[in-house]
């Protein structure tokens, strides 16, 4: 494995050069995905059969609170990866342990959210409407999950291999992925509850 | 419905349980076989676990000819069943999931594996690399795509097998009125499958970005590279739509959502509307490489550059663009209203430009060029009217007025199979005969290439023809059985005897390969049709590391250039060669996204959850897994191309 020095660790080999251009498109292909799925939400906005519409069981806190956590953990992540950089292998450490507890916290909230949701009566098979909305918020959720344990291997590995060539180039890109889940709930944010709470 | 009620299959016939026991004797014949010649260890070594681009390439190609035999036969049943009024060799249900697996297997499971085929074995010979970006991904691609496959393949002796077409629209699809699992299969094992093409395209469209030979600018790329690009470009952009698409419907019928039902606020014309947001892009997926691959064969054998270059990679870019706004002409009766319908009827009609262009550059291809007729070219000549054909038939279908007399009529299904097959099917031929050389060492019996290829033009013209005429008269499509006194019945027979001799076409096409086989001779050189582009350059067989040498370009046709104008194309000294090393865990882990999706299938929950956590243990365990591969040595290196030269002399 040939390492270029003059280069960021991340990039410094061919083959995290490869990693980063096919994470790049694979995020191309995550934007249509979610894009397909804010169009079948639009759709399907206002056919919510007898159940409930948005404006009756959208809450504004904890929408809040998970905007917030995840905005922050977004933030964070950006450090970690500023720590790699300087090659602060306990830093980079710190902030991704701080990132995956924000966005664990994240999840924790949004269960409540979908619990609360199914409480009121706004499961999965009530209308059109509730069946876009989980599936949407929930592909989000789910990966966030993913994220979660993905995060966490990394954070395994960077303790134990230190940063190298290639746990830089992992953390590299799982940061993008991480940038790229926040920029999505932004849209979810405006476009689903502000949007169905006004 | 009780839980074994379940596996069997709704609406046997003699036809499926003589099917089941010819399944069943073929895979213990296969298993015992391997056993025999202790074939086991080689095929795990050799082959399931393998990374090389050439070999998944060969995998791929294996599955799509299988799979061209299945859908084949569903396609002479169908033909028969139609060939006279009133007849009762299959029933409604059973015809109903013949004309369903039929589309899918050819577009999913024949023409796309066919196509992937292409893009493994060639692209990364034509831009000089050593093998993919991700080979590893590669073979996950592979497996996946596969398994997907199988799947659905044994819908029809487990449970039943989807019977709401290949566009599987709702609420036909739903459970209301498809009640057998069938439709679970459509869903999951399409789902599978397409995970993997989707795989494949982000690793293409990495590959041909950042691999290519020192010197290949973009504009310097071979036509095929071209085509690959552009339609792994159009993989990544429609196939997430699919992923959405297959996950809903699922839930609609697992979970009982409400997204396509007609009733709750669900909308059946989303999923029309999706599905072929998906659905009309994938046929250029299909068309443009089938383009590329005709690009190379006429130039190659009218012994001249290809005309207008830079006009064929503009024109394949605009259908690309153009290929994601037409969608909606697939339901110009379905209630969109004359604005929408005109504006999809201008968008699809537009598209006939850009693939003007191309029929043009082809012919003044051809204009000046010294025309040699080999099979691949006699493909390629009878490709370019006959595809016009389907070219003007489809112009027709978009005028939307004009629609109303034709949609769903059979003037459809001969349009669309006017353009399949000529297209996409010649070209895989085509591609086939030409590329077999390089692949296995030795030429497929010409004689026999052009009997087949006139055959299944004898029997393409006398099977779909007669279907404009019926089709303009109001025969439907997807319809089991008609009365004597519609007058379609000898139209209807005439074309079943074109069926039967495509049928026949593609067994002399098998002979060909048993005949050359045994009787060709194998030394042949590394280029026996004196072709132009840089798979013609290394040995044949290709040795694992594709090229000793990096090549060095400077045109479109280095190849070429190297052979009259003293181009060099490998400077400098053999160097130590990286490989990535062979991985079972790609096989591992779509073996268990197999039992996944049957789990699925049928709503064996507990099953589902256990082997969802196998995947993602899987997915773990690659992420802790370290592997850098390893060097092939200079001696081993020059060892084998010593070899490989002595073996052609
Ligand atoms: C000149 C370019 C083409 C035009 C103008 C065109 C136009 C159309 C139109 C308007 C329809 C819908 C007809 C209806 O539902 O009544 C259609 C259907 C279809 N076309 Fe094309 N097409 C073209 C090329 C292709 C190519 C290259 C392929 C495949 C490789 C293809 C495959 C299909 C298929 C599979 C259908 C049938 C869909 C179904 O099951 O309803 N077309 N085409
Ligand atoms: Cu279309």
């Known amino acids: 494995m040939k390492v270029d020095n003059s280069l960021p660790l991340e990039y410094s080999t061919e083959e995290n050069n490869l990693k980063i251009l096919g994470f790049w498109i694979f995020i191309g292909a995550e934007i249509m995905l979610f894009a397909t799925l804010f169009t079948a939400y639009f759709t399907l906005e206002n056919r919510t059969g007898n159940g409930p519409t948005g404006a009756d069981i959208f ?38 342990i701080v990132t995956l507890i924000l966005g664990a916290a994240f ?77 999505i709930w932004i849209f979810i944010f405006s476009f689903i509850y502000l949007k169905g709470m006004m | 419905m009780d839980f074994f009620d379940r596996f069997a299959v709704p609406h046997p016939s003699f036809l499926i349980y003589a099917s089941m026991v010819g399944i069943g004797l073929t895979m213990l014949a296969i298993v015992v076989g391997i056993t025999y010649f202790k074939k086991w260890g080689y095929l795990w070594r050799e082959w399931i676990t393998t990374v090389d681009h050439k070999r998944i390439g060969i995998m791929y190609l294996l599955s799509a000819l299988l799979m061209l035999f299945r859908g084949g036969v569903d396609a002479i049943m169908m033909r028969y069943q139609l060939s006279m009024p009133e007849n009762t060799f299959l029933d409604s249900q059973h015809y109903n999931e013949v004309f369903s697996t039929h589309g899918v297997v050819m577009i999913l499971f024949m023409a796309m594996p066919f196509i992937i085929f292409f893009f493994n074995y060639l692209v990364p010979l034509q831009i000089g690399a050593r093998d993919v970006a991700f080979p590893r991904l590669n073979a996950l691609s592979f497996w996946l795509f596969f398994m997907g496959m199988g799947l659905f393949n044994i819908s029809f002796i487990v449970g039943g097998s989807p019977d709401a077409g290949w566009t599987s629209y709702f609420p036909l699809a739903g459970n209301e009125f498809s009640t057998s699992v069938g439709t679970n299969y459509y869903m999951i094992a399409i789902q599978i499958a397409g995970i993997g093409t989707l795989m494949t395209g982000i690793n293409f469209i990495t590959t041909i970005l950042k691999m290519r030979a020192p010197g290949m600018k973009l504009m310097k790329m071979p036509m095929f590279t071209w085509s690959a690009f552009i339609a792994n470009v159009i993989i990544v952009f429609a196939f997430p739509v699919l992923t959405v698409l297959l996950a809903m419907g699922t839930m609609d019928r697992l979970f009982g959502t409400n997204f396509f039902t ?14 072929w947001v998906w659905g009309h892009p994938e046929v250029y997926i299909l068309i443009l490489p089938a383009f590329g691959l005709y690009s190379e064969i006429i130039s190659t054998f009218a012994r001249r550059n290809l005309y207008g270059y830079k006009s064929m990679v503009a024109s394949m870019v605009v259908i690309s663009l153009l290929s994601f706004f037409v969608w909606a002409h697939h339901f110009f009766t379905m209630g969109q209203g004359p604005l929408a319908n005109s504006i999809f009827s201008i968008t699809t009609m537009a598209i006939a430009v850009p693939t003007g262009v191309k029929i043009f550059n082809w012919l003044f291809t051809l204009w000046k060029g010294k025309i040699e007729f080999t099979t691949p070219m006699l493909y390629s000549m009878l490709f370019i009217p006959l595809f016009t054909l389907g070219g003007v038939t489809g112009v027709m279908l978009a005028m939307s007025a004009a629609d109303y007399q034709y949609h769903n009529t059979m003037f459809l299904v ?37 009997w087949t290829a006139w055959l299944l033009s004898v029997g393409f013209v006398l099977a779909f023809i007669p279907m404009y005429i019926t089709g303009l008269d109001g025969q ?55 072709a132009r582009s840089l798979e013609w350059a290394t040995h044949t067989p290709v040795p694992e590391y594709n090229f000793a040498i990096t090549p060095q370009v400077e045109s479109t046709q280095p190849f070429w250039d190297s052979k009259k104008n003293g181009h060099e194309l490998f400077k400098g000294e053999i160097e130590k060669i990286h490989m990535p090393n062979n991985s079972g865990l790609p096989f591992i882990m779509s073996c268990i996204f197999f039992v996944f999706g049957f789990a699925m299938i049928f709503s064996i929950w507990p099953l589902a959850i256990i ?30 191309e010593t070899r490989l030269r002595g073996a052609k002399k």
């Open chain 1, 59 to 96: 809450e504004i806190t904890p929408v809040l609170i998970e905007t917030i956590l995840l905005l922050t953990s977004s933030f964070t992540i950006g450090l970690a990866i500023h720590a790699m950089r300087l090659n602060k292998k306990k830093a980079t450490m710190g902030f991704f």
């Open chain 1, 107 to 183: 999840l924790g909230v949004e269960i409540y959210e979908f619990t609360h949701y199914v409480h009121v009566g706004a499961g999965l098979q009530t209308s059109a409407f509730t069946a876009a909305l989980l599936t949407t918020l929930g592909t989000h959720g789910l990966h966030v999950t993913l994220g979660f344990f993905w995060g966490l291997f990394i954070l395994i590995q960077i303790k134990k291999r230190g940063l190298t060539p290639e746990t830089a180039n992992k953390s590299f890109i799982f940061s993008l992925y991480w940038h790229f889940l926040d920029i």
């Open chain 2, 262 to 275: 007609t009733d709750n606020g669900g909308m059946d014309m989303l999923w029309a509307n999706l599905f």
């Open chain 2, 414 to 450: 001969a349009h669309f199979h006017n353009v399949i097959i000529p297209g996409v099917v010649y070209a895989m031929l085509a591609g086939l005969t030409f590329y077999w050389p390089k692949i296995f060492g030795f030429m497929l019996n010409e004689r026999l290439g052009k």
């Open chain 2, 476 to 530: 439907a499509r997807r319809m089991y059985t008609y009365s004597e006194s519609t007058g379609f019945s000898a139209m209807n027979m005439v074309s079943f005897i074109g069926a039967a001799i495509m049928a026949i076409a593609f067994a002399l096409l098998v002979y060909n390969i048993y005949y050359s086989i045994r009787y060709s001779p194998r030394n042949i050189g590394n280029d026996p049709w004196d």
């Open chain 2, 611 to 640: 082997t969802l956590i196998g995947i993602l243990a899987c997915l773990a365990y690659r992420s802790f897994e370290k592997d850098h591969g390893r060097y092939i040595s200079v001696e081993e290196i020059k060892e084998t």
